[in-house]
């Protein structure tokens, strides 16, 4: 019975705090799944665990109810961006070029 069983680990992150959890679930378990067994929603009732976006060792997996865990993967859950870093990275440029623009001799 042991070896239909695998470790896995589910993390999530919020702005505040983090959870790392070690699980032991069924061999054929989905990403999914794990998620909702993780029993996060009730540490973080914020989260969304049926529709969040997750992903494995920081690729994201883009149909996690299809996508079977292996044993040591490290499942992550994550939150919205607040910003889009291009867009950031758009404005710390364009204040640059003011900056510059504004004291030439720098």
């Known amino acids: 019975m042991a070896e239909s069983m695998i470790a896995i ?9 983090q ?3 070690a699980l032991t679930v069924a061999k054929g378990t989905s ?5 909702l ?9 914020e989260l969304d665990l049926a529709n ?10 883009n149909a996690p109810e299809d996508r079977v865990l292996e044993a040591g ?4 859950i994550y939150r919205p961006l607040v910003a889009d870093p ?4 758009r404005q710390r440029a364009a204040r640059a ?7 030439p001799s720098s």
Do not use: T
Request: glycine residues 6%.
């Open 9 to 17: 680990e589910v993390v999530y992150a919020s702005v505040e705090r």
């Open 19 to 21: 959870r790392l959890l």
């Open 31 to 35: 990403v999914r799944s794990a998620v």
């Open 37 to 45: 067994a993780s029993g996060l929603s009730e540490a973080f009732p």
């Open 52 to 61: 969040c976006p997750v992903g494995i060792f920081g690729k994201q997996i």
């Open 73 to 76: 993967d490290r499942v992550e």
């Open 86 to 89: 291009k867009e950031i990275r």
């Open 97 to 103: 070029a003011e900056a510059k623009r504004l004291n």
